[in-house]
Protein backbone atom coordinates (compact mmCIF):
# COMPACT_ATOMS: atom_id res chain seq x y z
CA UNK A 1 0.00 0.00 0.00
CA UNK A 2 2.62 2.56 0.56
CA UNK A 3 3.93 2.45 -2.55
CA UNK A 4 1.37 4.01 -3.94
CA UNK A 5 1.59 7.09 -1.70
CA UNK A 6 5.39 7.86 -1.38
CA UNK A 7 6.72 8.52 -4.83
CA UNK A 8 5.74 12.58 -4.36
CA UNK A 9 6.74 15.03 -1.41
CA UNK A 10 3.45 16.41 -1.55
CA UNK A 11 0.58 13.32 -0.60
CA UNK A 12 -0.53 12.15 2.23
CA UNK A 13 -1.19 8.30 2.51
CA UNK A 14 -5.06 7.53 3.69
CA UNK A 15 -3.63 7.03 7.63
CA UNK A 16 -1.82 10.50 7.83
CA UNK A 17 1.50 9.55 6.67
CA UNK A 18 4.07 11.57 4.94
CA UNK A 19 6.21 8.80 3.59
CA UNK A 20 8.66 10.67 1.86
CA UNK A 21 9.49 12.24 5.40
CA UNK A 22 9.66 8.93 7.35
CA UNK A 23 12.08 7.58 4.46
CA UNK A 24 14.25 10.82 5.01
CA UNK A 25 14.46 10.07 8.99
CA UNK A 26 15.20 6.37 8.21
CA UNK A 27 18.29 7.70 5.78
CA UNK A 28 18.76 9.72 9.53
CA UNK A 29 19.19 6.53 11.32
CA UNK A 30 21.62 5.01 9.24
CA UNK A 31 24.23 8.02 9.19
CA UNK A 32 27.39 8.27 11.78
CA UNK A 33 26.26 8.95 15.32
CA UNK A 34 26.42 12.15 17.10
CA UNK A 35 25.92 13.28 20.44
CA UNK A 36 25.38 16.71 22.03
CA UNK A 37 25.54 18.07 25.87
CA UNK A 38 24.34 20.93 27.62
CA UNK A 39 26.27 21.77 30.37
CA UNK A 40 26.16 24.70 33.13
CA UNK A 41 29.17 26.73 31.53
CA UNK A 42 29.95 24.78 28.27
CA UNK A 43 28.14 22.99 25.32
CA UNK A 44 29.81 20.09 23.56
CA UNK A 45 29.11 18.30 20.45
CA UNK A 46 30.71 14.36 19.42
CA UNK A 47 30.48 13.04 16.38
CA UNK A 48 31.76 9.81 15.25
CA UNK A 49 34.33 10.16 12.60
CA UNK A 50 33.85 6.96 10.11
CA UNK A 51 37.49 6.02 9.25
CA UNK A 52 38.81 8.10 6.09
CA UNK A 53 40.27 5.98 3.19
CA UNK A 54 44.71 6.34 3.03
CA UNK A 55 44.35 8.94 0.10
CA UNK A 56 41.74 10.85 1.53
CA UNK A 57 42.82 14.03 3.27
CA UNK A 58 41.32 13.79 6.73
CA UNK A 59 41.09 17.73 7.40
CA UNK A 60 38.20 17.96 4.16
CA UNK A 61 35.75 15.43 6.40
CA UNK A 62 34.18 17.77 8.96
CA UNK A 63 30.90 16.91 10.73
CA UNK A 64 30.79 19.74 13.36
CA UNK A 65 30.64 23.65 11.64
CA UNK A 66 30.22 27.10 12.93
CA UNK A 67 27.49 28.98 12.39
CA UNK A 68 28.49 32.15 13.79
CA UNK A 69 31.43 32.68 16.47
CA UNK A 70 28.81 31.44 18.90
CA UNK A 71 26.82 28.75 17.84
CA UNK A 72 27.63 25.43 15.87
CA UNK A 73 25.89 22.17 14.30
CA UNK A 74 26.62 19.16 13.88
CA UNK A 75 24.81 16.86 11.66
CA UNK A 76 24.10 13.26 11.19
CA UNK A 77 24.18 11.67 7.57
CA UNK A 78 24.49 9.13 5.41
CA UNK A 79 27.81 9.38 4.90
CA UNK A 80 28.10 6.38 1.89
CA UNK A 81 25.72 8.43 -0.31
CA UNK A 82 27.74 11.80 -1.52
CA UNK A 83 24.45 12.97 -1.99
CA UNK A 84 23.17 13.69 1.57
CA UNK A 85 26.25 15.30 2.92
CA UNK A 86 25.90 17.83 0.22
CA UNK A 87 22.60 18.54 1.61
CA UNK A 88 24.24 19.62 5.09
CA UNK A 89 26.87 21.67 3.29
CA UNK A 90 23.79 23.48 1.63
CA UNK A 91 21.61 23.80 4.74
CA UNK A 92 24.77 25.47 6.76
CA UNK A 93 25.85 27.90 4.08
CA UNK A 94 21.80 29.10 4.27
CA UNK A 95 22.22 28.91 7.79
CA UNK A 96 25.42 31.17 8.12
CA UNK A 97 24.43 33.77 5.52
CA UNK A 98 21.26 34.06 7.78
CA UNK A 99 23.48 34.64 10.69
CA UNK A 100 24.99 37.48 9.35
CA UNK A 101 21.75 38.89 7.57
CA UNK A 102 20.21 39.34 10.68
CA UNK A 103 23.58 40.67 12.41
CA UNK A 104 23.12 43.62 9.32
CA UNK A 105 19.06 44.21 9.91
CA UNK A 106 19.22 43.46 13.60
CA UNK A 107 22.47 45.03 15.16
CA UNK A 108 22.46 41.47 17.34
CA UNK A 109 24.02 38.14 17.33
CA UNK A 110 21.53 35.65 15.96
CA UNK A 111 19.98 33.26 19.17
CA UNK A 112 20.40 29.73 18.83
CA UNK A 113 16.51 29.57 18.94
CA UNK A 114 16.25 31.63 16.13
CA UNK A 115 18.99 30.28 13.56
CA UNK A 116 17.80 26.46 14.94
CA UNK A 117 13.51 27.95 13.90
CA UNK A 118 15.10 29.63 10.72
CA UNK A 119 17.24 25.75 9.69
CA UNK A 120 13.59 23.84 10.48
CA UNK A 121 11.38 26.35 8.60
CA UNK A 122 14.12 25.94 5.93
CA UNK A 123 13.62 22.27 6.29
CA UNK A 124 9.46 22.32 6.19
CA UNK A 125 9.18 24.49 2.98
CA UNK A 126 11.20 21.66 1.40
CA UNK A 127 8.52 18.98 2.51
CA UNK A 128 5.71 21.06 1.12
CA UNK A 129 6.66 22.02 -2.27
CA UNK A 130 6.52 20.67 -5.19
CA UNK A 131 8.97 19.39 -7.44
CA UNK A 132 11.91 18.51 -4.16
CA UNK A 133 12.72 16.09 -1.51
CA UNK A 134 13.30 16.81 2.14
CA UNK A 135 16.70 17.27 3.84
CA UNK A 136 18.17 13.77 4.54
CA UNK A 137 19.75 15.44 7.71
CA UNK A 138 19.09 15.97 11.21
CA UNK A 139 21.04 18.25 12.94
CA UNK A 140 22.08 19.35 16.74
CA UNK A 141 22.39 22.72 17.07
CA UNK A 142 24.10 23.85 20.26
CA UNK A 143 25.33 27.76 21.22
CA UNK A 144 25.05 30.53 23.64
CA UNK A 145 22.65 33.37 23.63
CA UNK A 146 23.14 37.01 24.54
CA UNK A 147 22.12 36.41 27.89
CA UNK A 148 25.12 33.52 28.79
CA UNK A 149 22.46 31.14 29.15
CA UNK A 150 23.57 27.59 26.84
CA UNK A 151 21.14 25.99 24.63
CA UNK A 152 20.90 22.56 22.75
CA UNK A 153 18.52 22.08 20.17
CA UNK A 154 17.67 19.31 17.45
CA UNK A 155 16.08 19.13 14.06
CA UNK A 156 14.69 16.92 11.66
CA UNK A 157 14.16 16.29 8.21
CA UNK A 158 10.24 16.85 8.65
CA UNK A 159 10.85 20.55 10.28
CA UNK A 160 10.22 20.29 14.03
CA UNK A 161 12.85 21.17 16.29
CA UNK A 162 12.81 20.61 20.07
CA UNK A 163 15.54 21.92 22.99
CA UNK A 164 17.39 19.16 24.99
CA UNK A 165 19.65 19.16 27.53
CA UNK A 166 21.54 16.15 26.12
CA UNK A 167 20.50 14.23 22.75
CA UNK A 168 22.32 11.95 20.44
CA UNK A 169 21.56 11.53 16.51
CA UNK A 170 22.11 9.21 14.06
CA UNK A 171 23.09 5.71 14.13
CA UNK A 172 22.18 3.80 17.70
CA UNK A 173 20.83 6.81 18.82
CA UNK A 174 18.36 5.13 20.94
CA UNK A 175 21.33 3.44 23.06
CA UNK A 176 23.45 6.60 23.35
CA UNK A 177 20.03 8.41 24.68
CA UNK A 178 19.42 5.62 26.91
CA UNK A 179 22.72 5.93 28.33
CA UNK A 180 22.67 9.69 28.71
CA UNK A 181 19.43 9.04 30.39
CA UNK A 182 21.66 7.31 32.86
CA UNK A 183 23.95 9.33 33.39
CA UNK A 184 23.38 13.14 33.26
CA UNK A 185 22.83 14.98 36.19
CA UNK A 186 22.27 18.89 36.45
CA UNK A 187 25.25 18.91 39.21
CA UNK A 188 27.71 16.98 37.44
CA UNK A 189 27.51 19.60 34.37
CA UNK A 190 28.42 22.17 36.03
CA UNK A 191 31.83 20.72 35.79
CA UNK A 192 33.27 21.27 32.29
CA UNK A 193 34.93 18.46 31.66
CA UNK A 194 32.34 16.30 33.16
CA UNK A 195 29.91 17.13 30.77
CA UNK A 196 33.26 16.49 28.07
CA UNK A 197 33.59 13.48 29.30
CA UNK A 198 30.18 12.46 29.98
CA UNK A 199 30.11 12.99 25.70
CA UNK A 200 32.94 10.84 24.97
CA UNK A 201 31.36 7.79 27.04
CA UNK A 202 28.17 7.72 25.50
CA UNK A 203 29.92 8.49 22.09
CA UNK A 204 32.04 5.23 22.89
CA UNK A 205 29.78 3.15 23.71
CA UNK A 206 28.39 2.66 20.39
CA UNK A 207 31.95 3.77 17.98
CA UNK A 208 33.83 0.89 17.26
CA UNK A 209 37.32 1.52 18.02
CA UNK A 210 37.92 4.20 20.77
CA UNK A 211 39.29 8.01 20.48
CA UNK A 212 40.75 7.91 16.86
CA UNK A 213 37.06 7.96 15.73
CA UNK A 214 35.68 10.87 17.45
CA UNK A 215 35.19 14.15 16.55
CA UNK A 216 34.73 16.67 19.31
CA UNK A 217 34.33 20.43 20.00
CA UNK A 218 33.01 22.66 22.56
CA UNK A 219 32.13 26.28 22.70
CA UNK A 220 32.34 28.20 26.51
CA UNK A 221 30.60 31.14 27.24
CA UNK A 222 32.13 34.26 25.44
CA UNK A 223 34.62 31.61 24.17
CA UNK A 224 34.71 30.72 20.56
CA UNK A 225 34.39 27.62 19.33
CA UNK A 226 37.09 25.05 20.32
CA UNK A 227 37.52 22.08 17.84
CA UNK A 228 39.24 18.84 20.31
CA UNK A 229 42.89 17.71 18.26
CA UNK A 230 43.35 13.59 18.39
CA UNK A 231 46.17 14.35 21.64
CA UNK A 232 43.49 15.66 23.52
CA UNK A 233 40.04 13.26 22.79
CA UNK A 234 43.38 10.65 23.60
CA UNK A 235 43.82 12.66 27.12
CA UNK A 236 40.27 12.27 27.76
CA UNK A 237 39.29 8.72 26.67
CA UNK A 238 42.52 7.45 28.75
CA UNK A 239 41.51 9.29 32.09
CA UNK A 240 37.59 7.72 31.14
CA UNK A 241 39.11 4.55 31.07
CA UNK A 242 41.22 4.91 34.13
CA UNK A 243 37.80 5.56 35.91
CA UNK A 244 36.17 2.22 34.58
CA UNK A 245 39.16 0.47 35.75
CA UNK A 246 38.61 2.27 39.17
CA UNK A 247 35.12 2.09 39.36
CA UNK A 248 35.53 -1.95 38.52
CA UNK A 249 38.16 -2.32 41.45
CA UNK A 250 35.73 -0.71 43.92
CA UNK A 251 33.27 -2.85 42.59
CA UNK A 252 35.58 -6.35 43.20
CA UNK A 253 36.25 -5.22 46.40
CA UNK A 254 33.04 -5.33 47.47
CA UNK A 255 32.10 -8.43 46.31
CA UNK A 256 34.89 -9.98 47.82
CA UNK B 1 7.59 27.48 -7.49
CA UNK B 2 10.71 24.87 -7.75
CA UNK B 3 11.67 25.91 -11.27
CA UNK B 4 11.15 29.99 -10.92
CA UNK B 5 14.18 29.49 -7.55
CA UNK B 6 16.28 27.26 -10.10
CA UNK B 7 16.10 29.95 -12.75
CA UNK B 8 16.14 32.94 -10.30
CA UNK B 9 13.50 34.44 -12.43
CA UNK B 10 11.21 37.68 -10.66
CA UNK B 11 7.96 38.83 -11.73
CA UNK B 12 8.52 41.94 -13.75
CA UNK B 13 6.27 44.22 -11.82
CA UNK B 14 6.96 43.18 -7.93
CA UNK B 15 6.85 47.02 -6.35
CA UNK B 16 10.06 46.71 -4.16
CA UNK B 17 9.64 50.32 -2.67
CA UNK B 18 6.05 49.58 -0.76
CA UNK B 19 7.39 46.26 1.06
CA UNK B 20 6.54 48.33 4.60
CA UNK B 21 3.73 50.41 3.04
CA UNK B 22 1.31 48.02 1.51
CA UNK B 23 -1.02 49.97 -1.21
CA UNK B 24 0.97 53.09 -1.38
CA UNK B 25 1.19 54.14 -5.16
CA UNK B 26 3.74 56.14 -6.48
CA UNK B 27 3.31 59.33 -7.77
CA UNK B 28 3.17 59.28 -11.80
CA UNK B 29 5.60 61.77 -13.34
CA UNK B 30 6.44 62.82 -16.82
CA UNK B 31 8.68 60.72 -18.17
CA UNK B 32 12.45 61.93 -17.62
CA UNK B 33 11.50 63.90 -14.54
CA UNK B 34 13.60 63.77 -11.59
CA UNK B 35 11.46 62.81 -9.00
CA UNK B 36 13.22 65.07 -6.28
CA UNK B 37 13.21 68.00 -8.25
CA UNK B 38 9.73 67.84 -9.44
CA UNK B 39 8.79 67.43 -5.77
CA UNK B 40 10.69 70.32 -4.65
CA UNK B 41 9.05 72.46 -7.35
CA UNK B 42 5.67 71.31 -7.82
CA UNK B 43 5.12 69.40 -4.32
CA UNK B 44 3.56 70.38 -1.42
CA UNK B 45 4.97 71.84 1.02
CA UNK B 46 4.96 70.59 4.63
CA UNK B 47 5.36 70.98 7.98
CA UNK B 48 8.65 71.37 9.25
CA UNK B 49 10.36 73.74 12.52
CA UNK B 50 10.59 72.49 15.84
CA UNK B 51 12.95 71.44 19.22
CA UNK B 52 13.07 68.41 20.13
CA UNK B 53 15.88 66.80 23.16
CA UNK B 54 16.77 63.51 24.35
CA UNK B 55 19.53 62.76 27.11
CA UNK B 56 20.75 59.29 28.27
CA UNK B 57 21.61 59.39 31.81
CA UNK B 58 22.56 56.99 35.02
CA UNK B 59 18.74 56.48 35.38
CA UNK B 60 16.97 56.45 32.13
CA UNK B 61 16.45 58.83 28.71
CA UNK B 62 14.88 62.23 28.93
CA UNK B 63 12.94 63.03 26.24
CA UNK B 64 11.67 66.56 25.60
CA UNK B 65 9.92 68.52 22.73
CA UNK B 66 7.85 71.53 22.07
CA UNK B 67 4.58 71.77 20.67
CA UNK B 68 4.06 74.03 17.61
CA UNK B 69 3.48 72.36 14.38
CA UNK B 70 4.65 75.25 11.58
CA UNK B 71 3.60 74.91 7.74
CA UNK B 72 5.57 77.97 6.80
CA UNK B 73 5.15 80.82 8.35
CA UNK B 74 1.56 79.72 9.99
CA UNK B 75 1.49 77.80 12.80
CA UNK B 76 -0.52 74.73 11.88
CA UNK B 77 -1.08 73.46 15.39
CA UNK B 78 -0.03 74.91 18.31
CA UNK B 79 -0.43 71.49 20.80
CA UNK B 80 0.52 68.82 18.82
CA UNK B 81 2.38 66.12 20.31
CA UNK B 82 5.85 65.25 18.93
CA UNK B 83 6.74 62.43 21.12
CA UNK B 84 5.81 59.51 20.17
CA UNK B 85 5.39 56.12 22.16
CA UNK B 86 6.71 52.56 20.12
CA UNK B 87 6.22 50.14 22.74
CA UNK B 88 6.41 50.25 26.76
CA UNK B 89 10.26 51.10 26.54
CA UNK B 90 10.82 52.88 23.62
CA UNK B 91 10.21 56.33 22.57
CA UNK B 92 10.46 58.55 19.59
CA UNK B 93 11.06 62.22 19.54
CA UNK B 94 10.29 63.12 15.69
CA UNK B 95 11.46 66.54 13.72
CA UNK B 96 10.85 67.10 10.00
CA UNK B 97 7.67 66.17 8.65
CA UNK B 98 4.98 65.43 10.80
CA UNK B 99 3.26 63.19 8.63
CA UNK B 100 6.47 61.55 7.26
CA UNK B 101 7.10 60.60 11.22
CA UNK B 102 3.50 59.06 11.87
CA UNK B 103 3.64 56.75 9.15
CA UNK B 104 7.05 55.81 9.70
CA UNK B 105 6.78 55.35 13.89
CA UNK B 106 3.57 53.43 13.08
CA UNK B 107 5.48 50.92 10.76
CA UNK B 108 8.31 50.19 13.53
CA UNK B 109 5.71 49.31 15.76
CA UNK B 110 4.93 46.86 13.41
CA UNK B 111 7.96 45.49 12.80
CA UNK B 112 9.25 45.43 16.47
CA UNK B 113 5.70 43.74 17.41
CA UNK B 114 6.14 40.87 14.78
CA UNK B 115 9.59 40.34 15.98
CA UNK B 116 9.03 40.63 19.30
CA UNK B 117 6.13 37.79 18.66
CA UNK B 118 8.20 35.68 16.40
CA UNK B 119 11.58 35.56 18.19
CA UNK B 120 9.77 35.67 21.88
CA UNK B 121 11.65 39.34 22.92
CA UNK B 122 11.45 42.63 22.20
CA UNK B 123 14.53 44.04 19.85
CA UNK B 124 16.75 46.46 21.33
CA UNK B 125 17.02 49.48 20.61
CA UNK B 126 19.76 49.10 18.19
CA UNK B 127 17.72 46.75 16.67
CA UNK B 128 15.09 49.07 16.40
CA UNK B 129 16.86 52.11 15.09
CA UNK B 130 18.98 49.97 12.84
CA UNK B 131 15.28 48.74 11.17
CA UNK B 132 14.14 52.39 10.70
CA UNK B 133 16.91 53.62 9.40
CA UNK B 134 17.20 50.78 6.86
CA UNK B 135 13.56 50.84 5.79
CA UNK B 136 13.70 54.65 5.23
CA UNK B 137 17.26 54.58 3.40
CA UNK B 138 15.22 52.60 0.60
CA UNK B 139 13.12 55.81 -0.25
CA UNK B 140 16.27 57.68 -0.39
CA UNK B 141 15.89 60.84 -2.87
CA UNK B 142 12.43 61.30 -2.38
CA UNK B 143 11.84 64.31 -0.05
CA UNK B 144 11.22 62.26 2.74
CA UNK B 145 12.17 64.41 6.00
CA UNK B 146 12.61 62.04 9.14
CA UNK B 147 14.84 63.23 11.91
CA UNK B 148 14.07 61.39 15.47
CA UNK B 149 15.84 60.11 18.18
CA UNK B 150 14.33 57.04 19.62
CA UNK B 151 14.85 56.86 23.63
CA UNK B 152 14.88 53.36 25.24
CA UNK B 153 15.63 50.65 27.92
CA UNK B 154 16.76 47.60 26.77
CA UNK B 155 19.07 44.63 28.17
CA UNK B 156 21.82 47.01 28.05
CA UNK B 157 20.45 49.88 30.49
CA UNK B 158 19.47 53.15 29.19
CA UNK B 159 20.18 54.05 25.27
CA UNK B 160 19.59 56.45 22.77
CA UNK B 161 19.80 56.06 18.94
CA UNK B 162 19.75 59.31 16.00
CA UNK B 163 18.01 58.28 13.14
CA UNK B 164 17.58 60.13 9.71
CA UNK B 165 15.51 59.57 7.15
CA UNK B 166 18.68 59.64 4.69
CA UNK B 167 19.68 56.31 6.56
CA UNK B 168 22.00 58.30 9.09
CA UNK B 169 22.14 56.38 12.34
CA UNK B 170 24.66 57.40 15.22
CA UNK B 171 24.32 56.73 19.08
CA UNK B 172 25.42 59.15 21.52
CA UNK B 173 24.34 60.47 25.08
CA UNK B 174 22.96 64.12 23.69
CA UNK B 175 20.67 64.63 20.92
CA UNK B 176 18.78 68.02 19.77
CA UNK B 177 16.39 67.64 16.71
CA UNK B 178 14.98 70.67 14.38
CA UNK B 179 15.50 74.52 13.91
CA UNK B 180 15.62 75.36 17.67
CA UNK B 181 18.38 72.71 17.87
CA UNK B 182 21.29 74.85 18.65
CA UNK B 183 19.79 76.80 21.31
CA UNK B 184 19.14 73.89 23.31
CA UNK B 185 22.40 72.38 22.24
CA UNK B 186 23.81 75.33 24.72
CA UNK B 187 22.30 74.67 27.16
CA UNK B 188 22.40 71.21 27.00
CA UNK B 189 26.23 71.21 26.86
CA UNK B 190 26.57 73.36 30.14
CA UNK B 191 24.51 71.36 32.35
CA UNK B 192 24.74 67.82 31.34
CA UNK B 193 26.76 65.18 33.22
CA UNK B 194 25.66 61.53 33.34
CA UNK B 195 25.21 61.29 37.24
CA UNK B 196 22.29 63.71 37.27
CA UNK B 197 19.81 63.11 39.68
CA UNK B 198 16.20 63.29 38.46
CA UNK B 199 15.30 66.12 39.15
CA UNK B 200 17.86 67.85 37.89
CA UNK B 201 17.51 66.42 34.36
CA UNK B 202 13.96 67.00 34.28
CA UNK B 203 15.29 70.92 35.20
CA UNK B 204 17.54 70.77 32.96
CA UNK B 205 15.51 69.23 29.26
CA UNK B 206 12.66 71.90 30.80
CA UNK B 207 15.11 75.24 30.57
CA UNK B 208 16.62 73.27 27.59
CA UNK B 209 13.39 73.81 25.53
CA UNK B 210 12.34 77.13 27.17
CA UNK B 211 15.37 78.91 25.76
CA UNK B 212 14.81 77.20 22.15
CA UNK B 213 11.19 78.41 22.04
CA UNK B 214 12.04 81.77 23.21
CA UNK B 215 14.14 82.19 20.03
CA UNK B 216 13.20 80.29 17.44
CA UNK B 217 10.16 81.23 15.56
CA UNK B 218 9.20 77.57 14.80
CA UNK B 219 9.31 76.17 17.84
CA UNK B 220 6.69 77.32 20.82
CA UNK B 221 3.31 76.08 22.46
CA UNK B 222 3.84 74.23 25.30
CA UNK B 223 7.15 71.63 26.63
CA UNK B 224 6.32 67.83 26.96
CA UNK B 225 8.52 66.12 29.15
CA UNK B 226 8.85 62.11 29.05
CA UNK B 227 11.12 59.50 31.26
CA UNK B 228 12.18 56.41 30.13
CA UNK B 229 13.21 54.38 33.38
CA UNK B 230 13.79 50.17 33.47
CA UNK B 231 10.05 50.18 34.40
CA UNK B 232 8.97 51.76 31.09
CA UNK B 233 8.18 55.32 29.59
CA UNK B 234 6.65 58.10 32.31
CA UNK B 235 4.82 61.15 30.78
CA UNK B 236 6.05 63.51 33.39
CA UNK B 237 5.44 67.04 32.62
CA UNK B 238 3.33 69.27 30.40
CA UNK B 239 4.08 73.14 30.77
CA UNK B 240 3.96 76.47 28.91
CA UNK B 241 6.48 77.54 27.16
CA UNK B 242 6.53 81.26 28.09
CA UNK B 243 4.99 80.49 31.47
CA UNK B 244 8.68 78.11 31.85
CA UNK B 245 10.97 80.45 30.48
CA UNK B 246 9.50 83.28 32.78
CA UNK B 247 10.29 81.16 35.96
CA UNK B 248 13.58 80.92 34.60
CA UNK B 249 14.68 84.88 35.33
CA UNK B 250 13.03 84.80 38.76
CA UNK B 251 15.83 85.38 40.92
CA UNK B 252 15.26 82.12 43.15
CA UNK B 253 17.53 82.92 46.16
CA UNK B 254 19.84 79.81 46.65
CA UNK B 255 21.05 78.55 50.31
CA UNK B 256 23.59 80.64 50.82
CA UNK B 257 22.02 84.02 50.27
CA UNK B 258 19.15 82.81 52.83
CA UNK B 259 21.75 82.04 55.28
CA UNK B 260 23.57 85.48 54.86
CA UNK B 261 20.11 87.41 55.14
CA UNK B 262 18.81 85.96 58.34
CA UNK B 263 22.62 86.50 59.85
CA UNK B 264 22.26 89.95 59.17
CA UNK B 265 18.99 90.51 60.03
Known sequence: ?256 | MALQDVCNWQAPDTQESSLHLPQVSGWTLPRGCDPQAFLQIHGPKLAHGTTTLAFRFRHGVIAAADTRSSCGNYVACPASQKVIPVHQHLLGTTSGTSADCATWYRVLQRELRLRALREGQLPSVASAAKLLSTMMSRYRGLDLCVATALCGWDRSGPALFYVYSNGTRLQGDIFSVGSGSPYAYGVLDRGYRYDMTTQEAYTLARRAVAHATRRDAYSGGSVDLFHVRESGWEYVSQDDACVLYAELWEPKPSKEEEETSKAQS
Open chain 1, 1 to 256: MASRYDRAITVFSPDGHLFQVEYAQEAVKKGSTAVGIRGTNIVVLAVEKKSVAKLQDERTVRKICALDDHVCMAFAVVTVSIRLTADARVVINRARVECQSHKLTVEDPVTVEYITCFIATLKQKYTQSNGRRPFGISALIVGFDDDGIPRLYQTDPSGTYHAWKANAIGRSAKTVREFLEKNYTEDAMSNDNEAIKIAIRALLEVVQSGGKNIELAVIRRNQPLKMFSAKEIELQVTEIEKEKEEAEKKKSKKNV
